[in-house]
C-alpha cells in the first residue's frame, strides 16, 4: 500500500511529470547526437534539418550551443566546462526525475526553483534563436515547451505538498 503522502498526490502529477522528462531527455540525446554528429562529419544532415532556416544543427552547432554561448567568457572554448546545452538538458530533465520521486518540501522547492531557472534559459536561448540566429528550431522550441510545462507541474506540486504539511501539521 502506498505512503499517505503518495496517494495524496495527483496521479495526473506523476505521469505529466514522467512523460515530461522522458521526452527532455529524448530531446537533449537527440541534440547530442546531432551536435556530435555534424562536429564529426559537416556534411551530415539531421531529421531536423528542414531547410536554411529551420535547422537544428545549425543551431547546436552556434556558439550559443555550448554553455549557452556564456561560458567561453570565461573558460577556454574546449575546456570541459564548456559543455553543450544538451548535456545541461540530460542532466536537467534526469534531476527533475529523481527529485519527483520525493515528497519532501525541500525536493519541491528545489524542482520549482530549478525549473524557473530552465525557464529563464529556455527564454534566452529563443531570443537567441530568433533574433540572432534567424532560424527556427523544432527541437528547441520542443524543450522549450517542455520546460515551461515541468515549471507548471512543479509549482502544483509545491502547492500541493504545502497543503498536505498544512493538513497534517
Given amino acids: 500500500m502506498a505512503p499517505a503522502g503518495i496517494r495524496a498526490m495527483p496521479k495526473w502529477e506523476r505521469k505529466v511529470r514522467a512523460f515530461l522528462c522522458v521526452f527532455g531527455l529524448f530531446l537533449s540525446v537527440y541534440a547530442l547526437h546531432v551536435e556530435l554528429s555534424r562536429e564529426s562529419n559537416p556534411e551530415y544532415r539531421a531529421m531536423c534539418d528542414l531547410g536554411e532556416s529551420v535547422s537544428c544543427s545549425k543551431v547546436f ?22 559543455q553543450p546545452n544538451s548535456v545541461l538538458g540530460i542532466i536537467f530533465y534526469s534531476l527533475q526525475m529523481c527529485l519527483g520521486l520525493s515528497l519532501s518540501k525541500k525536493a519541491a522547492i528545489c524542482l520549482v526553483l530549478s525549473s ?25 522550441v520542443s524543450t522549450y515547451i517542455v520546460n515551461f510545462a515541468l515549471l507548471f507541474t512543479n509549482l502544483k506540486r509545491r502547492r500541493a505538498i504545502e497543503g498536505m504539511k498544512e493538513k497534517a501539521g
Fill in 61 to 82: 552547432t552556434s556558439r550559443w550551443g555550448r554553455g549557452f554561448g556564456l561560458v567561453q567568457f570565461f573558460v577556454a572554448k574546449d575546456s570541459a566546462l564548456n
Fill in 116 to 140: 524557473w531557472v530552465s525557464v529563464a534559459g529556455s527564454l534566452y536561448l529563443a531570443s537567441i534563436l530568433a533574433f540572432v540566429l534567424g532560424d527556427f528550431c523544432m527541437v528547441c
